[in-house]
């Protein structure tokens, strides 16, 4: 079996094979009309067919050889049209076994016509079905007045074979149809939470910047009255804050529109990303926000998978915007422990704060910190947060180096 795999998976087997798949239904169905109305005549195979009249055989003439290729070539339309292919396979099959004509392997048209009904007919299906139920009972009671010597459980035996034939059709064409709706349902979820991810990512994005922006402009107005020379610093830092949204923003909206894709999976824009390496970026705002923001890291730092680096930034990010929403002017600690397995998350920020930050409500997958939580269980870690015995609050987190494959 192995070596079965092997061989069809082989490159030299397996393009030809994908170039014939991509051809279109028509010419496949063409070639195998005419392989099938070629071996019709190939007197070695006259006695695999299918046969029930059993009448005196008639001589061949013109007339059989017609009524071969009518069971033949439709077969070029089964999928096409398949109800229109097994209607006149099926009066050729009958005149042909009701004028005694010998079997020829031209009559497995009719099984492939009944397959194809049942695979590939969209509408009247059951209509269909009764159409072909009443003709063969016709036929059955033709080939009787003209002397058969078949009986009805011959009659009935044969009338089941076509009925398993056509089963088959329909069995593959559940089976199909179940499969397209499991795609299609895989799909909706997968874009809904592609839409949830994108979601939090802008969450994150805009409310950590625009509170920034925010306390950078409280304190440029404070600036400009008490000590006008160092406004411009403050004013510099909205600038810059701003900027740096903007790129995040339409890193975040360029994926979304031109791919559709994870905003982490683009590795070549990485500078663009937010990534574990800018962690300083994101400090150096908060600090120019008048944040004191401590930011130290142990251990040997190993680069991990990108949903990892995006992990961990965003961690660090949301902490930052509820010190300085909640906390402002509270000194903050950032510490990052590199493991050969994992990375360690801590940020801590001295107390009191002026809300219940770390009060979470909504679904898991939500937005803030339940979000966070999410995703890094998503990875194979652990997101805890909340208060400090001696005030303020923490944010711990424990990542995997390599998110776990499911």
Not at 137 to 163: I, T
Not at 200 to 226: G, I
Not at 350 to 378: F, N, W, Y
């Amino acid at each position: 079996m192995t070596a079965r795999r092997e061989l069809w998976g082989a490159p030299s087997l397996r393009a030809p094979l994908d170039r014939w798949r991509e051809r279109d239904a028509l010419l496949k169905d063409g070639v195998l009309a005419l392989a099938l109305t070629l071996l019709s005549f190939v007197p070695t195979l006259s006695g695999v067919g299918a046969q029930i009249g059993d009448l005196p055989e008639r001589p061949a003439d013109a007339l059989g050889v017609g009524l071969v290729l009518a069971q033949t070539l439709p077969s070029a339309f089964r999928r096409r049209s398949p109800a229109a292919c097994l209607a006149v396979v099926a009066v050729a099959f009958a005149v042909h076994q009701a004028l005694g004509y010998a079997t020829t392997f031209g009559s497995v048209g009719l099984y492939l016509a009944l397959y194809s009904a049942g695979a590939h007919q969209v509408r009247f299906r059951r209509g269909l079905a009764v159409l072909a139920c009443a003709g063969y009972a016709v036929l059955a009671v033709v080939l009787d007045r003209l002397g058969s010597p078949q009986s009805l459980p011959d009659y009935l035996a044969f009338g089941l074979v076509l009925a398993a034939v056509r089963q088959v059709g329909s069995t593959v064409r559940a089976r199909r149809t179940e499969e397209a709706e499991r795609r299609r349902l895989t799909a909706e979820a997968a874009t809904a939470a592609e839409r949830a991810r994108i979601a939090r990512e802008l969450h994150d994005v805009v409310t950590h910047h625009v509170t920034a922006m925010v306390v950078q402009s409280d304190a440029a107005q404070f600036l400009l009255t008490s000590a006008p020379d160092r406004a411009a610093g403050s004013l510099t830092a909205v600038s810059d804050t701003g900027r740096r949204a903007l790129t995040e923003l339409r890193y975040l909206l360029g994926v979304l529109e031109a791919t559709g894709e994870a905003a982490s999976a683009d590795l070549e824009r990485a500078e663009r990303a937010p990534a574990r390496g800018r962690l300083e970026d994101l400090v150096e705002q908060a600090r120019r926000a008048g944040q004191p923001v401590e930011f130290d890291e142990t251990g040997e730092r190993r680069p991990g998978g990108v949903e990892v680096e995006l992990a961990a930034y965003r961690v660090v990010q949301e902490a930052l915007t509820n010190a300085m929403k909640y906390a402002a002017g509270q000194a903050t600690r950032i510490l990052l422990r590199h493991g050969d397995e994992h990375l360690g998350i801590e940020v801590t920020t001295d107390g009191p704060v002026s809300a219940p930050v770390l009060r979470e409500s909504g679904p898991a997958g939500g937005r803030g910190l339940a979000g966070l939580r999410a995703r890094v269980r998503m990875l194979g870690g652990e997101l805890n947060a909340g208060p400090r015995p001696e005030g303020g609050f923490e944010v711990r987190a424990t990542i995997p180096s390599r998110p776990v494959q499911e």
